[in-house]
């Protein structure tokens, strides 16, 4: 069975730009969250989808927006990227008893 | 907050024992985990302790208190691909908090 799919693997953006990462989680898997981790750092909770429907939202500005499809994928959507927003993005597809399982990341710039 | 405590270093020599300690906020807790992470990898999942005591799992093993909001991971039998970061993180419904990672540097 495949693992928790992410891409792209990198993404380069200019500031004021807007970004658009996609998720895949594990088969049979329904939850998926998003993380945000700066380089030395544990990884930020951003996001968390169940069933389409958003379950958990960390602090993050507006900016930030995400959605999960009827077959469980996400995307996570940045508006007016900043420079700080420059980070590895993680998604963690769950299954049961709140065990999470991370994919590869995508790797974001801000310049 | 929901604020986790972890050492930012330690180093250890190969073969050796070493106990990666994690302190968090006991309000709303549900579970602890441990992930370890490579340097440009993701993290891997290690461990889910929801119970106090003692969970082994090879030369891996967690420990959690939920009264003392406490938690080790023990590296036993260290080897030089045991150099990683450890993540400890805590559950609170649907929202996880990480800790900062404890950046583990084994030694010839």
């Known amino acids: 069975d495949a693992g928790v799919t992410q891409s792209p693997t990198h993404l380069i953006k200019t500031r004021g730009q807007q970004v658009t990462l996609r998720c895949s989680p594990i088969s049979g898997h329904k939850s998926v969250s998003w993380y945000q981790q700066v380089l030395g750092q544990g990884p930020q909770f951003i996001f968390q989808?169940?069933?389409?429907?958003?379950?958990g939202r960390g602090n993050f500005p507006d900016r930030f927006s995400a959605r999960q499809f009827p077959n469980y994928s996400s995307e996570l959507n940045v508006n007016a990227l900043l420079l700080g927003d420059s980070a590895l993005y993680l998604c963690?597809?769950?299954?049961?008893?709140?065990?999470?399982?991370f994919g590869p990341g995508t790797r974001l710039t801000v310049t | 907050g929901q604020n986790i405590d972890q050492p930012t270093e330690m180093t250890a020599t190969e073969g050796a024992i070493v106990q990666i300690n994690c302190t968090y906020q006991t309000s709303g807790f549900n579970g602890l985990f441990w992930y370890q992470q490579h340097a440009g990898e993701a993290p891997t999942f290690l461990s889910y302790?929801?119970?106090?005591g003692l969970e082994e799992k090879g030369r891996f093993s967690s420990f959690l208190s939920r009264s003392k909001g406490y938690s080790y991971l023990l590296l036993k039998e260290l080897q030089m691909k045991d150099s990683a970061s450890y993540l400890c993180?805590?559950?609170?419904?649907?929202?996880?908090?990480f800790g900062p990672g404890t950046r583990l540097s084994v030694l010839p």
């Open positions: 963690a597809s769950q299954g049961q008893i709140y065990e999470q399982y």
């Open positions: 302790n929801v119970l106090d």
């Open positions: 993180a805590a559950n609170y419904g649907q929202n996880f908090v």
């Open positions: 989808y169940y069933e389409k429907e958003e379950r």
